[in-house]
């Protein structure tokens, strides 16, 4: 019996272009650190560096930590960086609906969730602040209350495509993976890890990211995911 629900949001519930989403987002970044007088280039690729970084966390430190040692390494300090990307996220990331589709039928769907499991977890992987993940639920018409548990760098140790991601939810929540299905866009992040964490996933076909190193045996449209979450539960 599926007692959990673990649902990614980037592409999965929220449609995008993963590469035009990223192309605006560290523009905007590049553009608002420069007029607080950073090379807006170097903090870019500071932020890449960040996020490499919380990629192969061990679990011994969050991912915020992490993301936020590469800035004291590479810049000598990060308290003021860090409250100006809080500003950022206030005042510039909202505009980046513009670059994804909205999904109308994904608050539907979380509400068909909490009906049919004990535990909705939004599991988008966490390389982005809460505010930030916050305010892409928000795009949906969805909030923190819709979940049991959103990831976010703060309360996270791991990222997808480590298993250990998924594994430390399992013991947050006290599941074994059997009780679990996975829902997901990517085939590599979402279900290859899941995989290899025990537990069932389904791929959602609608701005999927392919491998070909993955042999995808359960995929669908996002019309016909709750189609074919019933015929795992």
Known sequence: MKRAIFIDLDG??????ESLFLKEYMGKVALFMTKYGYDGNKIVEYIWKGTKAMYFNDGSK????LFFEVFEKENGSYT?????????????????????TV??????????CHKNFDYVILSTNP?????????????????????????TYENSCFCKPNPMYFIDLLHKFNLNSEEVIVVGNND??????????????????DSRIT??????????????????IKKSI
């Not at 999965?12 to 272009?17: A, N, Q």
């Not at 999904?103 to 068909?112: G, M, R």
């Open 188 to 205: 590599i992040e979402d279900y290859d890890c899941s995989l290899k964490a025990g537990i069932e996933c389904i791929i959602v076909d």
């Open 103 to 112: 999904n109308e039928d994904a608050k539907k769907f979380v509400a068909w």
């Open 211 to 228: 491998s070909n190193k993955v042999n995808i045996k359960k995929h669908c449209p996002f019309s016909k995911l709750i189609e074919e």
């Open 62 to 65: 969050t991912n915020e930590e």
């Open 12 to 17: 999965t519930l929220l449609p995008l272009d």
């Open 127 to 151: 390389l982005f602040p809460q505010i930030a993940t916050y305010e892409r639920m928000k795009w949906l018409g969805l909030s923190p209350c819709d979940f049991d548990l959103v990831t």
């Open 80 to 100: 003021k960086e860090k409250d100006l990307f809080m500003k950022f996220y206030e005042e510039e990331f909202p505009s980046l609906k513009n670059t994804v």
